[in-house]
């Protein structure tokens, strides 16, 4: 009786394994993010243009009113959208019905990040950097990018290599700076 409900056993765990082996499923497949609950683009029309350095142009929709300004070596907490000129979104902080701030690091959102996952390490651009000096607490603003401030210069093989030649467009809303 033994034997034979230990040849059972065998047989369902040999059934079990190949079914189980059988999935089809990369477990290394990164899921890209749903865009269902991010805000519409912001207007910038009737907005007076900024340029802040060439290839980076600023659009200010609300004044921030606190003294505290974002320097290169603060943390950033920012509701933060990035669109191509076109209206692509390639990343949000609404992604995936998420309403929580984004924290940027000043010191690395100005480098490109080898960056293989859907997280706000792929709006790093110089462009962004440029763009964030100077923002106070509660700004928002719209920060047009140019290639060449933006992903032109990424490495081949990362998400936003696809993007290289495209204008980018930032809306971010600052939410707290945590000063170094």
Partial sequence: MFKVFSKSLAILL?????????????PFEITP??????????SIAGISPIQIEE??????HEEGSDD??????????????????DG??????FQNN??????ISMQFAGEYQ??????????????LKIGLKGMNLGEFRTIVVAPEK????????????QYRDDTLVYEIRISRIFPD
């Fill in 150 to 161: 933006g992903y032109l210069n990424v490495p081949t093989g990362t998400l936003t290599s």
């Fill in 88 to 93: 692509e979104i390639i990343f949000s902080s």
């Fill in 14 to 26: 040999s059934l079990f394994l190949v079914i189980v082996s059988c999935n089809t499923n990369d």
């Fill in 114 to 127: 080898n960056d293989f996952t859907y997280s706000v390490a792929q709006t790093f651009t110089p462009g």
């Fill in 55 to 60: 290839g980076v142009t600023a659009y200010i």
């Fill in 68 to 85: 505290f300004f974002v320097t290169v070596l603060d943390e950033v907490q920012a509701y933060i959208t990035l669109r191509t000129e």
């Fill in 98 to 103: 998420q309403e929580d701030p984004s924290t």
């Fill in 33 to 42: 993010p749903t865009f269902d609950s991010v805000p519409a683009e912001t």
